[in-house]
Nanobody
Framework: QVQLVESGGGLVQAGGSLRLSCAASGRTTFINYVMGWFRQAPGKERECVAA????????YYLDSVKGRFTISRDNAKNTVYLQMNSLKPEDTAVYFCAARRGLELRLTENVYDYWGQGTQVTVSS
């Protein structure tokens, strides 16, 4: 059973930074998985902000976070990160880590197989 545990959320002022972590377990390797970070703000649909193949290669970023957010992974720790810089109040949301079997970068939530519990990010103005 794959488990994803997020951490690193919190309250930050606009312009600040946070790094979210997603510790993955339940597999000896996630090399055949795609990892995604999603967010959901109150009253809004869940959207993918970043995604990457665990094996490397192409990454995806939501237009509104390009140049500010970076997705990465640490193979030794089986952990995926989302570095968020220059945060804006509109980045306020619950952020979720997700994993899907396969190598195709997909951005819709219904194709992801496993989800973390979410971590709150609040950016004050």
């Amino acid at each position: 059973q794959v488990q994803l545990v997020e951490s690193g959320g919190g309250l930050v002022q606009a312009g600040g930074s946070l790094r979210l972590s997603c510790a993955a377990s339940g597999r000896t390797t996630f090399i055949n998985y795609v990892m995604g970070w999603f967010r959901q703000a109150p009253g809004k649909e869940r959207e993918c902000v970043a995604a990457m193949r665990w094996s490397g290669g192409s990454t995806y970023y939501l237009d509104s976070v390009k140049g500010r957010f970076t997705i990465s992974r640490d193979n030794a720790k089986n952990t995926v990160y989302l570095q968020m810089n220059s945060l804006k109040p509109e980045d306020t949301a619950v952020y979720f880590c997700a994993a899907r079997r396969g190598l195709e970068l997909r951005l819709t939530e219904n194709v992801y197989d496993y989800w973390g519990q979410g971590t709150q990010v609040t950016v004050s103005s």
